[in-house]
């Protein structure tokens, strides 16, 4: 699958009246980068060596000024596959060593990605790794995983199998490091619901690109799970999106990107990147009778609650 990360992007949009955050980002894809693939392992399913003959993609440079000019001084930069969770790992740590303390970090397996490592003999040992590439001090997310039932046939079993082997040893990781649970949940809410209450759940759970709808967000409220929220609240078809979004509570909050994807109306369709969290958080304050930085400080305080400080 082509990245979609190289290509025009979107202006910058005014600065935010206060700081937000960016909790889930994927810089690999917009930047071209991954790190290294060992021996057997399959290409990823996203790989910015899809992107097309002569691509051009923006230095990372570009994603940390273009952030901080709209008043998204904080990310969380997410790998998820083995190259992309090498590659985060690595620059998370570059980043902090070179004194910028813009970004946190995240990896793990997609469920995507579970299914094509399992049937090359290599998703325990790839879960291993994982654990290991969250041993840095800035790594502190446990994501994305979860399940995803949209590009995997109910029929599949083995796909099926692997993907759920693979989201509960990611629970059992997110709590043995006292990390950051972060849920890829497409199509496969109650199964989702379900693992996290067999197992039981994180003390920080948080929905990435939060899709269910107002009842899932109650459900969601009642357990104690965070919600976050990316551009496709700005869809002209996300009435219901915007109808959960209305009513998460405030201490469980969180705006994000999933950049280049989902970038926000009314570039949609467009690569995009952490700096368009702006117009998520302006959307998320119309949806929710608030001032634009009422919402910022909101997201801003629960991510440093459930990730703790980005300050070196």
């Not at 090498?86 to 946190?104: F, I």
């Not at 299914?115 to 090359?120: F, G, K, W």
């Not at 929905?207 to 929220?229: I, K, L, N, T, V």
């Amino acid at each position: 699958m082509a990245s979609r990360a190289a290509g025009e992007y979107p202006p910058v949009p005014e600065a935010l009246a206060a700081p937000g955050v960016d909790t889930h980002t994927h810089l690999d894809i917009c930047t071209g980068n991954r790190g290294p693939i060992r021996p057997g392992e399959p290409a990823p399913e996203v790989d910015p060596a899809d992107a097309g003959e002569g691509a051009d993609f923006p230095p990372l440079s570009f994603f940390y000024d273009t952030a901080r000019a709209a008043g998204i001084p904080r990310i969380v930069q997410i790998g998820c596959e083995m190259g992309s969770a090498r590659w985060t790992a690595q620059t998370v740590a570059d980043e902090a060593a070179a004194g910028r303390d813009w970004m946190l970090g995240g990896a793990a397996i997609h469920p995507n990605e579970a299914p094509r490592l399992a049937a090359a003999g290599l998703l325990e040992d790839s879960l291993a790794e994982i654990e290991e590439l969250l041993g840095g001090d800035r790594m502190r997310v446990v994501g994305e995983t979860g399940l995803d039932y949209f590009r995997t046939s109910a029929e599949d079993e083995d796909d099926m199998r692997a993907q759920r082997e693979s989201f509960r040893a990611h629970i059992e990781i997110a709590k043995r490091r006292g990390l950051a649970l972060q849920i890829h949940d497409r199509e496969a809410h109650a199964d989702v619901l379900r693992i996290l209450r067999e197992e039981g759940a994180p003390e920080v759970t948080v929905f990435h690109c939060f899709s269910g709808d107002a009842a899932m967000a109650r459900e969601c409220a009642a357990a104690g799970y965070f919600m976050s929220f990316a551009g496709n609240i700005t869809f002209k078809n996300a009435d219901g999106l915007r109808e959960a979004a209305a009513l998460v509570p405030d201490a469980l909050l969180l705006s994000e990107t999933d950049a280049p994807f989902l970038t926000p109306h009314p570039y949609r369709g467009r690569p995009g990147g952490p700096y368009l969290t702006a117009l998520t958080i302006r959307r998320l304050a119309q949806v929710r009778g608030a001032s634009e930085a009422h919402v910022a400080n909101l997201v801003t305080a629960n991510a440093q609650r459930a990730l703790g400080d980005w300050a070196l």
